[in-house]
């Protein structure tokens, strides 16, 4: 697949999914255990640099593949 997630965009989504993932791991209550589930497709999409949901929209924020 040619990537469709530019450098910004993958730091952006790096960050924020372990962020996410962190919050959830650290989180004293248990019931935030599916922020890490959601943390994982930013960081996974991040570190991939290719987002389905792009591909549908037909949006592409890197500059590689254009």
């Known amino acids: 697949m040619k990537p469709n997630v530019g450098n910004v965009d993958r730091i952006l989504r790096v960050c924020v999914?372990?962020?996410l993932i962190?919050?959830?791991?650290?989180?004293?209550d248990?019931?935030?255990?599916?922020?890490a589930?959601?943390?994982?497709v930013p960081l996974l999409t991040g570190?991939?640099?290719?987002?389905?949901a792009?591909?549908?929209?037909?949006?592409?924020?890197?500059r590689l593949s254009s």
């Not at 962190?22 to 004293?28: C, D, I, L, S, Y």
């Not at 589930?37 to 994982?40: L, Q």
């Not at 792009?54 to 890197?62: E, V």
């Open 30 to 35: 248990l019931s935030y255990g599916w922020i």
């Open 47 to 52: 570190l991939l640099g290719v987002c389905p």
């Open 37 to 40: 589930w959601i943390g994982i």
């Open 54 to 62: 792009y591909r549908l929209l037909g949006i592409n924020t890197c």
């Open 22 to 28: 962190a919050v959830a791991v650290f989180a004293t």
């Open 17 to 19: 999914g372990l962020v």
